[in-house]
């Protein structure tokens, strides 16, 4: 195929991943489809990223605002029916530029932002689909709420700023079982009437869908090591 020329690894790699969350599903006895696999696309370039698109991958995400206002505005008029997912931390001096890259934000995680979200939409702008994150393992040098903090931060969210979440997000411990901090996200979830849970990453997505996800952030899976 032309279109993968140069790049044709990331393809084979992502159809192998997609299958790889199907077979999880099934012997999940959870039903097909139900988990979105996200192409993490950070420090790619343009062009590792087109073979993708061409080949219908329709999901991705970006930790850095700056970063995909070079690549993504060109590749998003091209395939206007992806949606862009912000999945790195959103200053609040960032928030008007990451209302026109972004169709998701998974990184709402102080009330300082809620609230500037809140002002955005008072004055008529559209926004993004929110998610919440979680500093699940309650670690120093990540975002995130404390999972102690996170009903009271949903109650801001919704109540007081009338802010639509549609679930939460975290990013667990490196070198550590993850299974347990799924499962706590996935209580804090459901505690809160929240059904969608953006949880797994390459070296942990299968017990991510086990566990509930539904939506897994792929990176080096599908591009290889990051440089
Ligand atoms: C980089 C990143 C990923 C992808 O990580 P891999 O281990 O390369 O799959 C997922 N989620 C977030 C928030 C990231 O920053």
């Known amino acids: 195929m032309p279109e993968t020329a140069g790049f044709p690894d990331a393809v084979a790699r992502w159809r192998g991943l997609c299958a790889e969350v199907d077979r999880e599903l099934r012997d999940s006895r ?3 489809g139900s988990v979105a696999v996200m192409c ?4 790619r370039t343009a062009a590792e990223i087109e073979p993708l698109l061409a080949a219908g991958a329709r999901v991705f995400g970006e930790n850095r605002v700056q970063e995909a206002a070079v690549k993504w505005p060109a590749l998003k008029r091209r395939y206007p029916e992806i949606a862009l997912h912000l999945i ?6 960032k928030v008007d530029e990451a209302l026109v890259l972004f169709d998701v934000v998974k990184t709402l995680d102080r009330p300082r932002l809620a609230e500037a979200l809140a002002a955005r939409a008072a004055q008529g702008a559209r926004l993004p689909e929110l998610y919440v994150q979680i500093n ?3 670690e120093s040098q990540k975002s995130g709420v404390a999972p102690g903090e996170a009903d009271e931060f949903l109650r801001l969210c919704r109540d007081e700023h009338r802010l639509t979440v549609a679930g ?5 411990p490196v070198d550590e079982q993850a299974a347990p901090y799924f499962a706590l996200l996935a209580k804090i979830a459901e505690r809160n009437g929240l059904t969608r849970l953006s949880m797994g990453m390459t070296n942990d997505f299968e017990i991510a869908v086990q566990l509930g996800s539904t939506e897994v952030r792929i990176g080096s899976a599908i591009f290889g090591e990051r440089g």
């Open 30 to 32: 959870r039903p097909a």
């Open 88 to 93: 790195g931390p959103l200053q609040t001096n």
């Open 168 to 172: 939460l997000m975290c990013i667990p």
């Open 40 to 43: 993490v696309t950070k420090t």
């Open 136 to 138: 699940i393992g309650s």
